[in-house]
């Protein structure tokens, strides 16, 4: 029995604890919201404060740019370094002047044999798929360049296979075999 009581007493006295916590922070409430407004009256004025730098800033800036303007006028500045090829490029225009534009030549348009781009698709398997646009006379090196550009990891880094065969830098795609929309194997060393 004497537990028994002992434990409501603790229970009791627990329950006077609470109510008087509850009633200190109905009391703090006011103190609180109080606080809220002079937090709220805190970020208001730095919020004017920001505002008025930026004034200030906004002001030195077209002052420094009235100064620069000042100055061009003053110096004669014309946006080039030399003001010669300003005057050849006005007497080019006044005569109608076109430099001869070099004509392709039309073998290399329907040549068979002109390097054609193909696309190689490569997987790590990890997520990144990408397709990756090169010659077949290049070597596994040089895609592999193309491919750390487009990633973002060394080249030295990246192993290319194709099945269980590893493909080796100095040697070509087309040596390899590698066609236009092949997928190849990409692991990372």
Known sequence: ???????????????????IEKQKQKDSGIES?????????????????GLDVLEIIKKERQEDEE??????????????KVKAPLNIYEEIMKKNIVAPVKPINPSLLNNPQAPRMIE??????????????????DKIGDLKKLIAAKIGVRPEKIRLQKQHSVFKDHITLEDYEIKHEMCLEMYYN
Request: hydrophobic share 20%.
């Open 1 to 19: 029995m004497g537990k028994h009581k002992s434990r409501s007493r603790s229970r009791s006295h627990e329950k006077k604890k609470h109510k």
């Open 33 to 49: 919201k109080d606080w809220r407004k002079d937090k709220i009256d805190i970020g208001q004025k730095s919020v004017q404060a």
């Open 67 to 80: 100064k620069l303007e000042q100055w061009k006028k003053k110096v004669g500045y014309t946006g080039l």
């Open 120 to 137: 190689i698709l490569v997987n790590d398997r990890l997520g990144k798929k990408e397709r990756i646009k090169c010659c077949p006379q």
